[in-house]
């Protein structure tokens, strides 16, 4: 009998479960979108009973669909990260919104904290900038303005959890508050180094430790679904952020390797092997995933250099939604390919700030260099480009962290597909960008770890043989094309920084 892995990806702005079969192949999939919430500038907001609800939903269609439910080995969960949740511990409810990883409420409270010295602390701790972006102070933001959280939280009967959590709490119908390291290293809360919650970081951003989940490694015997919920008692054996999924499906095992994945933003990460990288460039250094590295052996943990990028393939769904000129993502591509440049017409996506190498929670929105003869064509097209230029920033400073020139870029994500993106990202950088056969690599890499738990594959090297390459983009660009293109982009990110000073 074949035996799947059933990946539940839970995204930004849609929740997805994919079957996965033995040889790594995509047997079936379901996604359902949900509601997004944006109740003042700058917040974003979503509801967890609709994570939840979606969620369950894509993943019941799958398992009624499967020829025989015994045949799942595992469930593996990867989940938009940073996303932050409180829930009662008895009713399983939560108590107010998601505050989602894109939400800047609480820069104020950052910048407040960065004039108070705390920056070097906090980064030499848990490998991040003090940014809004990440869950702790999401978290203290809750218990603050919802009545009565911060007692309740004190007394054991809140629950905090990341949309991993949030997940497991429901599949075993609260049985397990659980978070893995990849998740946790995200909130501003655990020390990279001793990979725990840190007291003298719970203390600066107030949160009280009984409110926390349980850490445990991103792949093992994690839990178990209740019947009650799937209608099968299914093994949970992998936990993973979404970025850290991706790369592992990517196949980056080795230190030096390198993806980037074009979804709502866009994330490049860097393996850096069993030891964290500071960073000089404000990157962030993260945990990417932590196994046994043999069925008998000890936990290893790998890490890796991280540079998040808030708005990717959400600026595309800004055309779509907020300007109208197009109906579907999908005509991107045929609109920007109408007109040969962008006519020095130049778009900073900086809706919710900007993320690295900037780091500028303030930075708005900038549409720079238009005339009479601008076009939406050239709008769209600027959109693009700005995708690429932004992923630029962040792969030259990743290499002067890393101290090494990376030869190739492996891509993934909904955005990978668009074929000028890719040729535009290949021009800019001057290295060939190469696409593979599966770009869904988020939900493949957490069925990934998921089955070497699950004992589906037996090593990291049977999984690399499985990767394939779909389609390599090589630069086309001078590097003096490159180079006037890049200069130009740096203008118009000072006009968008300069924008919250005025």
């Given amino acids: 009998m074949m035996h799947y892995i059933l990946a539940l990806d839970q995204g930004t702005t ?3 479960a994919i079957l996965f079969d033995a040889n790594g192949a995509m047997a079936d999939s379901a996604q359902q979108e949900y509601a997004q919430h944006f109740p003042q500038p700058g917040w974003v907001e979503h509801n967890g009973r609709d994570i939840w609800a979606s969620q369950l939903e894509v993943a019941k269609t799958l398992i009624q669909r499967c020829p025989s439910p015994s045949s799942i080995a595992a469930i593996a969960i990867t989940n938009q990260r940073e996303t932050t949740l409180l829930w009662d511990r008895k009713t399983g409810q939560p108590l107010g919104p998601a505050i989602v990883w894109q939400d800047r409420r609480t820069a104020d409270q950052c910048a407040t904290m960065r004039a108070q010295g705390l920056t070097e602390l906090i980064q030499t701790k848990t490998g991040l900038v003090l940014d809004a972006y990440f869950s702790g102070t999401k978290l203290a933001w809750l218990l603050d303005n919802i009545d009565g959280a911060r007692s309740r939280a004190e007394r054991g009967e809140l629950a905090f959890g990341t949309v991993d959590s949030w997940l497991v709490w429901n599949l075993t119908a609260g049985a397990s508050h659980i978070t893995d390291v990849s998740n946790a290293s995200r909130t501003l809360l655990f020390n990279l180094h001793t990979l725990e919650w840190d007291d003298e970081l ?3 951003f107030n949160i009280p430790r009984a409110v926390l989940p349980t850490i445990v490694p991103s792949a093992g015997q994690l839990a178990q679904s209740s019947p009650s919920v799937l209608g099968h008692a299914i093994p949970i054996t992998a936990m993973i952020g979404d970025q850290q999924a991706a790369t592992f499906g990517q196949g980056c095992f080795k230190p030096g390797m390198a993806k980037n994945t074009y ?3 866009c994330f490049m990460l860097l393996n850096t092997g069993s030891e964290p990288v500071a960073s000089r460039h ?3 250094s993260t945990v990417g995933w932590q196994r046994a590295s043999s069925p008998s052996g000890g936990l290893h943990t790998t890490y890796c250099l991280e540079a998040s ?3 990717g393939g959400a600026t595309v769904q800004w055309l779509r939604d907020g300007l109208n000129i197009i109906q579907t993502a999908a005509e991107v591509e045929a609109l920007a390919l109408s007109v040969p440049d962008v006519g020095d017409t130049y778009l900073v996506p900086a809706f919710t700030g900007l993320g690295a190498p900037h780091w500028d929670g303030h930075a708005r929105g900038t549409l720079i260099g238009m005339t009479r003869g601008t076009t939406k064509a050239h709008i769209a097209r600027a ?17 002067k962290d890393a101290g090494l020139n990376l030869s190739e870029l492996r891509v993934d994500g909904g955005a990978s597909k668009n074929n000028l993106l890719l040729q535009m990202q290949a021009n800019i950088l001057g290295v060939p960008v190469i696409r593979p056969k599966i770009v869904e690599t988020t939900a493949l890499g957490a069925a990934y770890l998921g089955g070497l738990a699950a004992g589906l594959w037996s090593s990291t090297d049977a999984i690399s043989a499985l990767w394939q390459e779909d389609q390599r983009f090589e630069p086309q660009w001078s590097d003096t094309e490159s180079a006037v293109k890049r200069a130009r982009w740096r203008q118009a990110i000072e006009r968008a920084k300069s924008w919250s000073q005025d």
């Fill in 383 to 399: 959109a693009l480009e700005a995708i690429a230029l932004q992923v630029a920033d962040v792969f030259e400073a990743m290499q």
């Fill in 14 to 16: 849609s929740s997805r």
């Fill in 282 to 284: 404000h990157l962030l």
């Fill in 263 to 265: 979804g709502t933003g």
């Fill in 309 to 311: 990028v808030f708005m």
């Fill in 202 to 204: 719970l203390t600066l």
